[in-house]
């Protein structure tokens, strides 16, 4: 087992990821950090990550054989292995890094390389699950965001949902390593919740267009129909 061979808790921190690429040289590959709270905690495209008592926050390093070097396709082992651990509650992708249940937000993966040079020192992955939050109906994110605990009307063990998702993304992460890259964007592009549906897009310049997702490309980019039909 490679993802989880060691794991590190800590109560706070003020950022995760950065705590992640400071310690880079002393963490083995399949580093798990396990933090309560993060101060600073952060999504895609630099936007804040809402961080809550009761949800499931993961940094992990890992530091593949350059060789093996495909990082589209690295985040999409991983996240089909989050999906696979949680496969009996019907959790699916939304494009690009969202985790999607009952058309709301679940949790979501973030990952950012560390290059020395031309050299890859490492590669580090931030994951955020909303497992035993609550999202009140006077809550602004209650229309837009679920946790498992709201989804099953219990509270869930955290640390089988931890065990399960380890487990689950170290078996993904092999297939990544072995390079069965088609395999992975097959089972990915299956997990996919929104081809053929409506869907607005935000770019980093600020600029939004909506339209039709048609597809999934092996690079990880996607092919939209605007309205006008382009």
Known sequence: MTIGSRIIRKKFLYSSMEYAKGHLASMQNGTVIVTEHIQAARGRQ????????????????????????????????????????????NVQIKWPNDFILQSKKLGGIL???????????????????????????????????????????????????????????????SKWKDGEYEKIFSRWKSEQCCIGKEITVHHVDGTIFSGVMKNVLSNGDIVIKKAKGE
């Open 111 to 173: 990952a950012e390389s560390v290059w020395h040079g031309k050299k890859l020192d490492g590669i580090v992955v931030g994951i955020g699950i909303n497992i035993n939050n609550h999202f009140a109906q006077t809550d602004e994110l209650h229309a837009r965001a679920i946790s498992l605990c709201d989804h099953v009307g219990h509270q869930v063990d955290q640390e089988s949902c931890l065990s399960s998702i380890l487990g689950s993304m170290d078996e993904f992460y």
């Open 46 to 89: 630099g936007r804040s990550w809402h961080v809550d008592k009761g949800q499931l926050l993961l940094t992990m390093v890992l530091k593949p054989e350059r060789s093996s070097l495909h990082l589209s396709s690295l985040v999409m082992a991983l996240s089909c292995g989050i999906v696979q651990s949680f496969s009996k509650y």
